[in-house]
């Protein structure tokens, strides 16, 4: 099965991006538990720079991954960037200093989180921001006026979403131009969608909008195939090409839809190679029949 090399980010905009699609997502990056300063700075630093030789043009970050580590270690390593990088990053969120996950998401709150972006990572504008919806969020609408507001201000190139069910997705899409949506998606996750607070936040019905509307679906937490239970049709085709159960599983994303733009993060530059290795695996159609 030929699979397309690239993909094309607000295609129906004046300012449309083609990147290769296979993205690095720099979560793993920072210290344990997402939080402070990397176990080893000299190894998060050169998986940056293998990435970009790699010739990766998609990193996915958060200043509030660490915090802002990763948006310090991109603009170390990377900085001045390549013309062509996309540098994609999400707001709506804060860590305490029990290194627990909180809303971030009033207005003032958004407009602090970009400020603090763009000056963490030395930039006047960021081509790529996605608005996290997390546990507490009580105004979507409102969060998302704010943030076409900032692109109209010219803060903000292209406005993304993150971790939405279809309702606020499809509220989102009739309020501006959606570049990329941000969900948990993988061979694992296509229907156990649930939060913990009960909440569908989309697997298929999310793809589908997005393959409907030329969206593309950056998943996170893609590797985790093991809900809710292992699933030995992922192991048993790893094992017919001698891979690993991850490549598989980013292989899979790869040929499934050609609106999904996988960002796999690591903080190993073994697991790095082994992860872009994926993108070289040939699925067949009968491959793809037996993961369905």
């Known amino acids: 099965m030929n699979i397309p090399q690239t993909i094309t980010i607000a295609g129906k ?16 990056l920072p210290g344990e538990g997402v939080y402070g300063e990397p176990a080893n ?12 030789k790699s010739g990766i043009n998609f990193l996915d970050t958060a200043d509030y991954y660490g915090e802002d580590v990763t948006n310090r270690l991109i603009a170390e390593a990377l900085y001045p960037y390549p013309n062509d990088l996309v540098i994609c ?8 200093p029990d290194k627990s996950w909180i809303p971030f998401n009033s207005s003032e709150n958004l407009r602090t989180s970009i400020e603090n972006n763009l000056r963490t990572l030395k930039l006047d504008q960021i081509t790529l921001v996605h608005f996290r919806v997390m546990p507490g ?11 076409f507001a900032m692109q109209q ?8 979403v993150s971790n939405v069910n279809v309702d606020e997705l499809e509220t989102a899409m009739k309020m501006g131009n959606i ?8 061979h694992g996750q296509r229907t156990l969608q649930k939060s913990a607070h009960g909440e569908n936040r989309g697997g298929e019905e999310i793809l589908h909008i997005c393959e409907d509307n030329e969206i593309p679906l950056i998943p996170y937490f893609s590797l985790m195939n093991s809900l809710p239970k292992k699933d030995t049709r992922i192991a048993e085709i790893a094992q017919k090409y001698q891979v690993n159960e991850a490549q598989i599983n980013l292989a899979w994303m790869l040929h499934y839809s050609p609106w999904i733009l996988p960002i796999p993060g690591t903080s190993s530059l073994k697991h790095f190679e082994e992860n872009l290795k994926a993108a070289d695996i040939q699925l067949t159609e009968e491959d793809m029949e037996y993961l369905k």
């Not at 990053?89 to 305490?96: D, E, L, N, Y």
């Not at 969020?137 to 943030?147: L, V």
């Not at 201000?153 to 292209?158: A, T, V």
């Open 137 to 147: 969020t009580t105004d979507f609408k409102k969060a998302m006026e704010t943030m």
């Open 89 to 96: 990053t999400k707001i709506g969120s804060t860590r305490k």
């Open 13 to 28: 905009s004046s300012h449309p991006l083609q990147v290769k699609r296979f993205g690095y997502g720099t979560m793993r």
């Open 153 to 160: 201000e010219g803060k903000i190139l292209h406005v993304g």
């Open 179 to 186: 570049a990329t949506v941000e969900n948990m998606f993988g």
């Open 41 to 52: 700075r000299p190894n998060a630093l050169a998986i940056l720079r293998q990435a970009i």
